[in-house]
């Protein structure tokens, strides 16, 4: 049972134009969403979070939008940059437990 | 100050053995974190100690286990290895439980399971 879902592996997105990471869940119940970003033999990096009772955060060229009654999250980097290719995890929160999506990979193009 | 470190970084083993790895969290950080990464499946929540005590547990089989010693190192187990344990183990430490914002990743296991 996916409670969180990535449904696209991959995206390739032009630098300096506008990155959009996807994320839809299940669970009504969850309080925290957050999205991490993962380089290749790193551990995952905390990027940005937003509370269940938000519907946008902003941190930067980091925008994360919460559309609760579409049970879906949205991460928007603008401008994208080359140094922003990685893989991005979203994750849920509740009671102390995270539960997170399979991963976008992201490529940002020159 | 030193980041999470994980040890071993690879790990081959067969499958029926058993395998131990370990984390030794951010110096001060109380909270310790273990997560599974497999392509399909994404991270999953394997468990989580604080103070030396078991806070939080995933829904992963008896034969994952883990532990937390008194300098906050922890150390996770898996007993009768299957094809499907191979996968990516990372730790993150916290200060704090539940503190995502200030929450930081090992660079993770690579364990393979022939």
């Known amino acids: 049972d996916q409670q969180v879902k990535q449904n696209s592996p991959s995206l390739s997105v032009q630098e300096g134009r506008i990155s959009i990471l996807n994320c839809d869940y299940t669970?009504?119940?969850?309080?925290?969403f957050l999205w991490y970003k993962k380089y290749p033999a790193e551990g995952p990096t905390f990027l940005i979070s937003?509370?269940?009772?938000?519907d946008k955060n902003e941190d930067g060229r980091f925008t994360v939008f919460l559309n609760k009654s579409a049970k879906h999250l949205s991460l928007h980097i603008v401008p994208s940059q080359p140094g922003d290719s990685a893989v991005y995890f979203c994750?849920?929160?509740?009671?102390?437990?995270?539960?997170f999506g399979q991963g976008t990979r992201l490529t940002i193009n020159p | 100050k030193a980041g999470v470190t994980q040890t071993p970084r690879y790990l081959i083993k067969t499958r029926g053995q058993q395998v131990t790895l370990s984390c030794s969290p951010i110096?001060?950080?109380?909270?310790v974190s273990w997560y599974q990464q497999t392509p399909g499946q994404g991270l999953q929540f394997l468990f989580e100690?604080?103070?030396?005590?078991?806070?939080n547990k995933g829904n992963f089989p008896g034969r994952f286990s883990g532990r937390q010693f008194s300098n906050s190192r922890s150390e996770m187990n898996v007993s009768t290895l299957e094809l499907g344990d191979s996968a990516l183990y990372l730790c993150?430490?916290?200060?704090?439980?539940?503190?995502?914002?200030?929450?930081?990743f090992g660079p993770g296991t690579r364990l393979t399971v022939l």
């Open positions: 993150a430490s916290s200060l704090e439980l539940a503190d995502y914002n200030e929450q930081f």
């Open positions: 669970n009504s119940m969850f309080d925290y």
């Open positions: 937003i509370s269940s009772i938000k």
């Open positions: 994750a849920a929160e509740r009671a102390q437990k995270l539960v």
């Open positions: 110096s001060g950080h109380r909270s």
């Open positions: 100690y604080f103070s030396e005590t078991q806070r």
